[in-house]
């Protein structure tokens, strides 16, 4: 689940604790919004600490090896032909 999946749980379990007056037989929706608003900041903090481990940065360490040529020049090599 990505970060907007997160805020979307956060934004419906809000609206279901705060903004709602319905009433259901055997469900409680003030707890069922908790329960969503809980796991969407359990998934927030939990997002943003995976994306802080991806931003470290290593420096590369390519080594550039230059290759010198030995040895006679048959005409194919230097790609003119004979």
């Known amino acids: ?6 805020i979307i749980l956060i934004a419906v379990g809000a609206i279901l604790t705060f903004a ?3 009433h259901m ?3 409680n929706l003030d707890l069922v919004g908790v329960i969503l608003m ?3 900041l ?3 903090t939990t997002f943003s600490s995976i994306a802080r481990r991806r931003r470290v940065m290593v420096p590369p ?17 230097d790609g003119y032909g004979i």
């Open 38 to 40: 809980i796991v969407g």
């Open 61 to 77: 360490t390519t080594t550039v090896v230059e290759e010198e040529r030995h040895g006679r020049r048959d005409g194919y090599s």
């Open 1 to 6: 689940m990505g970060l907007g999946g997160c």
């Open 25 to 27: 037989n055997g469900v």
């Open 42 to 44: 359990i998934g927030v």
């Open 20 to 22: 709602t007056d319905w």
